[in-house]
């Protein structure tokens, strides 16, 4: 099938890459100039285990292309993914402006050929009519630029809104892709809802997944609110998911129990489930903060206070300092001390920086006067820091950033930190310390390397 994915980010470039690789004809539009300069040439502008060499095959078989110019996507796709951004603007709520701009776009170069319009991107319950209308508005202007009124109403009569939420992870965005637990389509157009469901025929069937023997995917049709409904509850549930066990993580501290057995002894009822059980230093990222403060939002907006999802989120704005608290009481006096992050990024696998913990945790730190140095196995590698790591030392390696630290701070679960040499860094530092900000290091072997660890519950 000819698709457009409009947006190239972490979503949108996967998308489009994946959908290349299972057949279809790709047209990946971007209107940042310089990002579709480098994916002509080859490359991805966002680090994502596997995509950057299945983006060179799809590529090279001609399935696969990339444009800034809308117009052209517009005509080449039957159906026209939106994938940009939707962040959270101070108030909490979602910033709409970039959807707002493709839809307007997408109305102003239709043409009567039927297209499928899909909301990829997560968007406020109501979105899915929203966009219709403004489509319409792009219609209407480029009818008083003087195209003619059939071709309005054409058009009118020849597209459908469709959405189709995004559940992938980043750093397993691909494997994601190519093995959703689910597919959510929502639309009152039976005719949008088949295309889509052909469009995904070839995942549904696992033809590219890693387990064929599973039984399809299941695709869960719903009509347009339902659909972003359950975008928005999935993540206020994971996020929630996380601040009880980080509550209960904070309660064993002061009891002397231990989270990691009391996550796994929870975890092996059914009906709670293991996953998402890590206490740690709270969630972050480009998703689960502004999707929760939407949501919140939207409940505002019809008269509902969301008591149970503003207090996950206030449990993880607190969850991020008890790691300062924590150093606190073991250094005393953070003035003048130098502290060391292992990990900056929110989570492993990924180059994504926003609403890292890592940045709340450098402020803080400075604030109180200690210096803070930091290494990444991405960031460290990567040339022009952004303005956000301005206050932080960013150090090329393990052993260079253990050097002259009176703690250390694990701030990403890295699988590349469970085997640093502990030892040769123990000895490069001022004092001996690390606060483990995500259970994730072997205790006892830094205990013998000489360490005094601190967890979080454990
Ligand atoms: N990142 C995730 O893990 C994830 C997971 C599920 C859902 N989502 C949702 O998917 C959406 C996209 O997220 P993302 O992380 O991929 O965003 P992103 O910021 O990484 O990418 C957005 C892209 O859209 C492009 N863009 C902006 N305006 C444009 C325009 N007018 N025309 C063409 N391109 C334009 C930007 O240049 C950028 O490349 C968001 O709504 C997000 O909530 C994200």
């Not at 102003?108 to 109501?126: A, C, F, M, Q, R």
């Amino acid at each position: 099938m000819k698709v457009c994915v409009i947006g190239t980010g972490y979503v949108g470039l996967v998308t489009g890459v994946c959908l290349s690789h299972i057949g279809h004809h790709v047209i990946c539009v971007d209107n940042n100039e310089e990002k579709v300069k480098l994916m002509k040439s080859g490359q991805s502008p966002i680090f994502e285990p596997g995509l950057s060499g299945l983006m060179k095959n799809c590529s090279a078989s001609g399935l696969l292309e990339f444009s800034s110019d809308l117009a052209a996507g517009v005509k080449h796709g039957e159906i026209l993914f939106i994938a940009v951004g939707t962040p959270a603007l101070p108030t909490g709520e979602s910033d709409t402006r970039y959807v707002e701009a493709v839809a307007k776009g997408i109305g102003s170069h239709l043409d009567e050929n039927y297209k499928v319009i899909v909301n990829k991107s997560t968007v406020p319950i109501g979105s899915g009519d929203w966009v219709k209308m403004i489509v319409l508005d792009g219609v209407k202007e480029r009818q008083q630029t003087g195209d003619s009124c059939d071709l309005e109403n054409k058009i009118i009569a020849n597209f459908d809104v469709v959405s189709n939420p995004e559940f992938l992870r980043e750093g397993a965005a691909v494997f994601d892709t190519f093995n959703p637990d689910r597919i959510v389509l929502g639309s009152n157009s039976e005719k949008a809802i088949a295309l889509m469901q052909q469009l995904y025929q070839p995942l549904v069937e696992r033809t590219f997944g890693d387990n064929p023997s599973l039984p399809p995917v299941p695709v869960v049709v719903t009509d347009l609110n339902s659909a972003e409904m359950i975008k928005y509850a999935a993540n206020a549930f994971l996020a929630t998911k996380i601040s009880f066990i980080n509550e209960v993580a904070n309660i064993c501290d002061r009891v002397g129990a231990d989270v990691i057995q009391v996550a796994e002894g929870i975890g092996l009822d059914s009906r709670i489930g293991s996953k998402f059980l890590q206490a740690g230093l709270g969630w972050g990222g480009s998703c689960f903060p502004k999707d929760v403060s939407a949501l919140i939002h939207t409940a505002d907006d019809y008269n509902y206070e969301t008591e149970l999802l503003k207090s996950a989120v206030n449990v993880n704005k607190r969850q991020r300092f008890i790691i300062i608290e924590k150093l606190q009481n073991e250094l005393k006096i953070l003035k003048g001390k130098v502290v060391g992050l292992l990990g900056l990024t929110f989570k492993p696998d990924t180059d994504d920086m926003r609403d890292a913990p890592s940045l709340n945790i450098i402020k803080e730190l400075n604030r109180l006067g200690a210096k803070v140095k930091a290494y990444d196995p991405i960031i460290s590698s990567q040339t022009g820091m952004s303005q956000a790591l301005s206050d932080v030392i960013i150090e090329t390696n393990p052993e260079m950033l253990a050097d002259g630290c009176d703690a250390l701070i694990l701030v990403t679960d890295w699988q590349q930190f469970l085997k640093l040499d502990y030892p040769k860094m123990g000895k490069l530092m001022n004092n001996c310390l690390i606060i483990d900000g995500r259970n994730f290091l072997d205790k006892q072997s830094l205990q013998k390397a000489g360490f005094r660890y601190v967890g979080i519950g454990h």
